[in-house]
């Protein structure tokens, strides 16, 4: 027997199954006419563009010429194969309007092709577009990917430019090496909602996003950058602003030695250090004069960062409250070491003069007498000039002092002038030629010469 004679008896069968045949009863059911078939409903008449079950509780659809529809669309949303059944839960794979090209299409559980419409279909997610069909590549305002296969992409994906027009910058392999634009390829990274990490803001072109507890940085394509990136706004004006990825796109954190940013201005060096917190934000000061409030204890060791981000070194002036005269010196070692030096040392002032100083525990230049020497803002006080003995006012106390800085207590000395100066227990003076009247004799401190 043929297989085309055993296909029409098997669609007889679930069409007629537990109906009558058509006879002068007018039984309502299908029935065969030649090679189509057609519904007649109880009265005996012939039903059009209607949907009508089988026996085999199939749903099939008899067009506008009376005759059951197969391998065609159905009321614009709806398909039958070719026994005429309703597709449901199920695929369709059709030619598409060029050569060798074909297109796909799904149909939910009532029938309907999903159009407009993200589906979720066999643990995989897919869209399909306003006529029904199965999207690829960047879609929905280049916000997702879906592969060749239709299948939402998520995590990070080597994938060409929305806008092939709009290439530019360096874009690397994350975590691995550093990229070459050799394939033409950038990366970016879809969320498990597989919407792709962009800028969150209008306020910078760039946007940090954190993956697996690494910063990386995206551009207003969603492609990964790497270098400094200014994350935080489009003025270029503070080093703040800024993160700094490496080769493999992670942001930095910690110390590292890199050239400054190009778009700023005022570094001594070619290269200079930065240290990166774990949010991958430089420290620094948000003005150029320094202050004691924005020292940081970092690995031991306590650091002061300028408006660059660069540590500081040398002798620096670093104020300690919002007066003009509030600020003290604090040393920061040379170059090499740049950060917070303490104890007695010899420095070099920036006027070229070598002098004594001394700095507390926290860095602060000493003021006041320390074993036994006057210092005031760090800076050793001394008779200069060929005196023997001056007179500083330190601290609110006027104290009496030799050209070694070594402070006269329960003295009587005479100064360059013969006038003898007589002084207490702690060293400060007392009279002056017996006279008690003892602000001529009095000098203001010699301030340390540094820069902020």
């Known amino acids: 027997m043929k297989k085309g004679v055993v296909a029409v008896w098997a669609l007889a069968a679930m069409l007629s199954l537990g109906t009558a045949t058509i006879s002068a009863m007018a039984a309502e059911g299908w029935a065969q006419s030649g090679s189509s078939w057609v519904y007649y409903d109880s009265n005996g008449n012939r039903v059009y563009n209607t949907w009508k079950k089988g026996a085999d509780n199939q749903w099939r659809y008899v067009d506008g010429d009376g005759v059951m529809a197969v391998n065609a669309w159905v009321d614009s949303d ?3 194969d070719s026994n005429g059944i309703m597709l449901t839960e199920k695929w369709l794979k059709l030619t598409g309007d060029e050569e060798n090209e074909y297109e796909w299409y799904y149909f939910g559980s009532s029938g309907k ?5 993200w589906k979720k279909i066999d643990n995989k997610w897919y869209h399909f577009d306003d006529d029904g069909r199965m999207e690829t590549g960047w879609i929905l305002d280049d916000m997702y990917y879906t592969g060749t296969d239709g299948v939402m992409r998520t995590g990070w994906q080597k994938l060409d430019l929305p806008d092939d027009d709009d290439r530019g910058g360096d874009y690397v392999t994350p975590g691995i090496d550093s990229y070459t634009d050799d394939d033409g390829k950038y990366w970016f990274y879809f969320a498990s909602n597989g919407k792709k990490y962009s800028p969150e803001n209008s306020d910078s072109e760039y946007s940090a996003r954190k993956i697996d507890g690494v910063y990386y940085c995206f551009d207003e394509n969603g492609a990964m950058q790497t270098g ?4 935080r706004s489009n003025s270029n004006d503070s080093i703040e602003d800024y993160m700094y990825f490496g080769s493999d796109g992670k942001a930095r954190i910690g110390w590292y030695s890199i050239e400054p940013p190009d778009d700023l201005n005022g570094y001594e060096e070619a290269v200079e250090w930065f240290y990166f917190t774990n949010s991958g934000k430089p ?6 004069k320094l202050k004691s409030s924005d020292i940081v204890k970092l690995n031991g060791k306590s650091y002061l960062f300028n408006h660059l981000g660069n540590p500081v070194y040398g002798l620096k002036k670093v104020y300690t409250g919002n007066g003009e005269d509030d600020w003290t010196t604090y040393y920061f070692g040379d170059r090499e070491k740049s ?25 602060r230049g000493y003021n006041g007498v320390k074993d036994n020497y006057l210092y005031y803002k760090g800076k050793l006080q001394k008779a200069t000039d060929g005196q023997k003995y001056v007179c500083y006012r330190v601290g609110g106390s006027n ?8 402070v006269m207590k329960g003295k009587k000395v005479k100064n360059s002038d013969g006038v003898e100066l007589v002084t207490n227990s702690s060293g400060i003076l007392t009279k002056a030629d017996d006279d008690t009247d003892i602000d001529s004799y009095i000098t203001e401190p010699v301030e340390p010469y540094c820069t902020e």
Do not use: L
Not at 228 to 231: G, L, P
Not at 347 to 352: A, K, L, P, R, V
Not at 399 to 406: A, F, Q, T
């Open 78 to 80: 709806y398909y039958v």
């Open 113 to 117: 092709v999903i159009n407009d419409a």
């Open 228 to 231: 400094w990136k200014n994350v």
């Open 283 to 288: 420290r620094a000061s948000d003005s150029e």
């Open 339 to 363: 950060c917070v030096q303490k104890g007695k040392m010899k420095i070099t002032e920036d006027d070229g003069n070598k002098s004594d100083f001394y700095f507390q525990e926290n860095g």
């Open 399 to 406: 104290y009496v002092v030799n050209s070694s800085g070594k």
